[in-house]
């Protein structure tokens, strides 16, 4: 087996590290263990990319230096993966000395073999995305899908890499791995793009400095991507000539296995520019890269741009790192998105833990081995083997070898399934058996058997959960008497062959490993957490700064006829008086609907986008559906409230507030009467 090197995306450093992003970490943990559990050479790197105009510009909102700014952020980072459980070898730092010499060397390179040219760059720019944008990948108003926000123009002087050269290059290398990218379907997208042709990239800026520098022009600083994907040959000390670096010999191929794992949102960055620039400067390209879905929260990206994010520190605190790991692990295909949920964590919890192994480990330990056998683990006696000790075991090989399969194909999810199918399977065997009638009736031999089978089962099913679960299955395995995992370069620790449970053990019942969480708790945790009863994934972590209510309607920016019905007493009542200092902190302007759209699942919010004189349009969501359709709007000059302070709703950012007079009959637009410009101030 070839040495395995497993790769996280690095992360920018705008903000702190929330749980999606702790996804990818853990996701990428768990196949590092499982590889160092098989007996391979495995190596974990993960990372910060501390470059570019995002970062640059957040440190100056901060009002510090780029580089203070980025140590300040990465102890974080480091903090939250260790916190998740996720043990690296390796955490680069795009500000690195031995990162940018590596980028600089592999600058070269690119530029001996004759593919960087000095050119004039003029198209959009998202600095989210970090990403050069046509018009063909923008919303109306040149906004970017992605980060719902208005992508930027840029007309530079700039160093093009010759990605247009590597077309062919690219197909034939997809032809030739055919298993480069995975899932399939984003394979297929990927070859799809090539297949349509590919622009030159402009890879150097000269309109700010926080970067690395380009070799021999310093006027210009290499673009973020170029740099950030070069860690993943940096942190192994390449690209270098061989003999140079001995990580970098042992695990890149074609000596080593290296394995991308990355959000399907930076796909295009892994499989295209990143292989080409491999290419060019002929350097094998990485084994996989693998696309993993994104963690949602009522269907929307967890983001640090969108503000729905969750962060980990109040999950760990009221459930632990294992139980995250493992929800997320099992619940979540890798691949595709899943919604992140609170009830269906203690559902899972409750489900597999606390009734399936939980259960398993304390009716077999405390309530058998420690009241009837002396509190150790019994001899086996495979020479009285019976059918239902035999259809156990045969379901134990069947389900190792299942689960090992499903890790192999990076299927984390159905390695969990197949693992608790074995839970399950015990469980029955302890029905069927009835070891506490075969205390009653004094057949010691026959209880010894099946409280033997039922342990060493729990052994097998400790070493599977270890990538996921590594201190619950460590204390698993102190429980049955056994040391704690110790993967060895070498040797295989999956279980394969039965019986590895050593007779006279002595087994620990100190604490139940996932005590139940009963209905009081759970309406505790729900509290905790802001679930509400209907609502299936209602999440508010109360140390995130984010408050988010999935499946809770949106509250309408103009009050409707519905919600502003007026009170008995109160119509044509004014409201208290107010200075006219209060009044004029309300900035009113003129907007002009630009475009319109309805929201995907909400009957009542449309989506405008508005010409308020700014010089980009600026987006704002308004209840307004129930009474205006969206083409209805277009060209309409409104009435907004332009410094509301921005919010969140459906996972997209309303800048602003849309004026409406409302009464029972409903809701009307109010209307600027002629031609004001966009932006002129009302009041
Ligand atoms: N810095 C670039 C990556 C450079 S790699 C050479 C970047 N950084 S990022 O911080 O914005 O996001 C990195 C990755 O975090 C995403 O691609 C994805 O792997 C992960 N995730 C961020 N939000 C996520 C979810 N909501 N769900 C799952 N993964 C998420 O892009």
Redesign the pocket.
Known sequence: MKPFYVT?????VNDHP?I??G??TIAADVLSRYARLRGRPTRFLTGL?EHGLKIERRAREEGIDPKAFVDRMAQPFRDAWLALGCHYDDFIRTTEPRHQQRVKELWKRVKDAGDIYLGDYEDWYCVGC?GFKTEKDLLPGNICPQHQKPVERIKEVSYFFRLSKYQDALLKFYETHPNFVQPQTRFNEVKSLVKEGLRDLSISRTSFRWGIPVPDDSEHVMYV?FD??T??ISALGGPAAPGQAPLYDQYWPPSGEAVH???K??LR??AVYWPAFLLSAGIEPPSQVWA?????VNGV????TLGN?LRPEPLIEAFGTDVLRFYLMREVALGQDGDFSIKNLIARYNGDLANGVGNLLSRVIVSLVKKNLGGRVPSPHPESLKDEDRALIAVAERCAQTAAEQMNAVAPHRALEAIFELVAAANKYVDQTAPWVLVKSGDITRLEQVVYTALETLRWVALMLWPVMPSKSDQLRQQLGLEAVMPTVGVDGWPSAWGGLGAGLETQSNQPLFPRIDKDQERRLWERFGVTADAATTIVPDSSPAKVKAHAPAAPIAPTAENKKPQAGEAGQAKGIITFDEFAKVDLRVAKVLAAESVPKSDKLLRLELDVGEGHPRQILAGIAKQYRPEQLVGKQIVIVANLKPRQMMGRESRGMVLAASDAQGLKLIIADGESSPGSTVG
């Open positions: 996280t995306p690095i992360y920018y929330h999606g992003t996804y990818s990319d970090e991507w950030a994907l860690n993943y794992l990355v959000g949102d930076i960055f892994h993993h879905g994104w963690l949602t990206k967890m983001s640090k994010f």
